[in-house]
């Protein structure tokens, strides 16, 4: 049986279109200094952080010295600040949000970001968005794919990991809510999930508005 109380969402790419915008700088800048990014290089970094971020880019010939720079680019608050009201939302954004409050889940913005800049993504938003905890990566020592930012999250919340809905885009944050223990939604954005994704991948919607059916459709299994 699956009880849901509380959903907990990845930001970039999962609440706001900003992926497309990060890999468009990551290859711009990658082009003026002649650096030559691996095929899978947004799979390996998308939703993730920490060590096992920087241990990576240590593998790519010359991205350390490209990430600097993106870090100035892609982390500008003034620039995020200054982004036109509700551009940025992805379909369902606001409605799921909605829905939830009404319908008294709990609500964590998990992400490996750092809080500022997701707090600046989520004051582009027209209305409100009502959440209860926000978990970022320089909050907690380890960043997905380690479980430690969901794991937070609930624990704020006060709920189990297995009452718990991880709603995320990435193959990082995917893993990290299988090692969490948490029940977890898949909607894509720019990463085509491999085989390990596939094995772990529990729900897969095609936007933010039918999660809310699919836990409608829960909810109905467990009364």
Known sequence: MVDIKAVLFDCDGLMFET????????????????????????????????????NYILTVPGAKELRKILKEKRFDIDFWKSIQKDCMNKVGLIEIFTWLANHNYKVAVCSSSARTYVEALISTVSVPLQYDAIVCGDMVKHAKPDPEIFLTGAKILGINPENCMVLEDSKQG?????????HSCFIQDTIQPDSLMESLIEYRKPSLIEVINLLEELKEVTL
């Open 174 to 182: 995917i893993i990290a809510a299988n090692a969490a223990g948490m």
């Open 19 to 54: 992926e497309l915008v990060s890999q468009q700088i990551w290859r711009d800048e990658a082009r003026k200094l002649n650096i030559t990014l691996p095929d899978d290089f947004f799979m390996h970094i998308t939703g993730s952080g920490g060590q096992e971020l920087e």
